[in-house]
């Protein structure tokens, strides 16, 4: 298992300017550590990192989620044992001189090991370099990636449907040791509206502050629904 690389935009400077620019930059795929684990750890790494009271828990999770969400998956009774539920956590992290990185990451709602054990890295990046072309970019591999791992099966062509090379294309078809579907997505209100393109409405609570936790509308249907703010 390693890191693959992408062409993704970033925000960089260029002289006296700043301009988007195509860089390389290393993701780890889920469906690389799903595999992996499963494959080569034993049972002891994959309890502490995808199920903490055994694989068992994850027939037992799909039995109790919504018709209406298994309908939207696809997902039948048959694969209830063998489809690992994913969610997936984005957030801004301080580091040095006042900047912050941004971290995808995902773990499963049946892992209780806390962070450090049960979360995993999809991809981080400085906060300052990424724009609205960056996230596309992050969200296409990302779908190409859990559409690969909701079939079961490893793809034959890259994001952009381009056939794969190399040692990506030797492993083309293989099956997956675990399916896996996304639930759903976590973070605080300002990684919420970052991620789902929310609306900004600023509240001034006097001429020199806001709170912006309070000015994010949320787009999501089921909030809108309720006329709910975060």
């Given at each position: ?37 499963l ?6 790494a ?8 055994g ?112 040692k ?32 900004l ?30």
């Open positions: 298992m390693s890191l693959e690389f992408f062409r993704i935009p970033l925000l960089c400077t260029d002289g006296l300017e700043k301009k988007e620019m195509d860089q390389d930059v290393g993701f780890i795929l889920p469906s690389d550590i799903i595999d992996y684990v494959t080569y750890c034993n049972e002891a994959a309890k502490s990192s995808f199920y903490t009271n694989r068992d828990s994850v027939y037992h999770y799909w039995t109790k989620e919504t018709q209406s969400h298994l309908d939207r998956l696809g997902l039948a009774i048959d694969e209830f044992d063998s489809t690992l539920p994913l969610i997936w956590h984005e957030d801004a992290v301080p580091h040095w001189h006042g900047s912050t990185g941004t971290f995808w990451s995902w773990s499963t709602p049946l892992a209780y090991g806390g962070a450090w054990s049960s979360r995993h890295c999809f991809v981080g990046l400085t906060t300052s370099s990424i724009t609205a072309a960056t996230r596309k970019v992050i969200l296409d591999i990302l779908a190409w990636d859990l559409t690969a791992l909701r079939a079961g099966t490893r793809p034959e062509c890259d994001h952009l449907g381009r056939p794969l090379t190399g990506r294309k030797a492993l083309a078809g293989q099956a997956f040791a675990m399916k896996a579907a996304f639930v759903y997505w976590k973070g605080d209100a300002e990684a919420r509206y970052m991620a789902h393109d929310s609306q409405i600023y509240f001034p609570l006097n001429m020199f502050s806001v709170f912006r936790c309070n000015a994010i509308q949320n787009k999501c249907h089921s909030l809108a629904a309720l006329g709910a703010r975060i």
